[in-house]
């Protein structure tokens, strides 16, 4: 697989060639749910585009840190949906080790570090397998995953997503209005991948 060492939109081949289906159905699911430029006021994310939020490195400073060095590097309306691709890829799905998973697994998670936290979604997956919750996607968690029903974790995923959801907005009753949407992702990410687990993977 070529590697992706570039964040530039002027890439020599397309970004989607690069990229294995399964990961490009995840990430085309991602932009399809988060859309374009968004800055909400009420949104604890803060100002993001396609998904990618200037909160990413920590900080609110009006800037996308693309390469996570601290820096801001560009203004969210200026990503291209080839930039925000890439750091999907790089940074949610091979970052949590995605492409060892299950396809069906791999799904849900990457959904879920994306929408909700990477630390969430690997330490609620490794408690589910029976693994040392320590929020390191090692050998041995992947062992652990071989030996658990792929349809048993992407359900309880699920479940303790929507739980997540809803504490967020017991805790700011301000964000509300986002549950809706929240619940609807969660199961639209599961249905794919019940697909997934049924049938067959993208490739």
């Known amino acids: ?30 932009l399809g749910s988060e859309g374009g430029n968004v800055n909400d006021p009420n949104d604890k994310g803060g100002k993001t585009n396609f998904g990618i939020s200037d909160l990413r490195d920590g900080k609110e400073d009006g800037l996308i840190d693309i390469n996570l060095d601290g820096i801001g590097d560009i203004d969210p309306e200026d990503l291209t ?46 408690e589910f397998i029976g693994a040392t919750p320590d929020g390191i996607i090692g050998p041995n968690t992947l062992d652990q995953l071989a030996l658990v029903s792929n349809s048993y974790v992407i359900h309880a995923l699920t479940e303790a997503r929507c739980l997540r959801y809803c504490s967020k907005v017991k805790q700011n009753p301000t964000q509300v209005k986002y549950i809706k949407g929240w619940i609807k992702r969660a199961f639209t990410v599961l249905f794919e991948a019940q697909a997934v687990d049924c049938f067959g993977g993208f490739e």
């Open 81 to 126: 949906r080839e930039q925000a691709i890439v750091i999907f890829y790089q940074d949610y799905w091979l970052a949590n080790k995605c492409e060892q998973m299950p396809e069906c697994i791999a799904l849900v998670v990457f959904d879920i570090a994306v929408n909700q936290s990477a630390v969430f979604a690997r330490k609620k997956l490794q």
């Open 1 to 30: 697989m070529k590697k992706l060492n570039n964040l530039e939109a002027t890439l020599t081949v397309p970004v989607t060639a690069c990229i294995p289906a399964t990961a490009l159905t995840a990430i085309n699911h991602i």
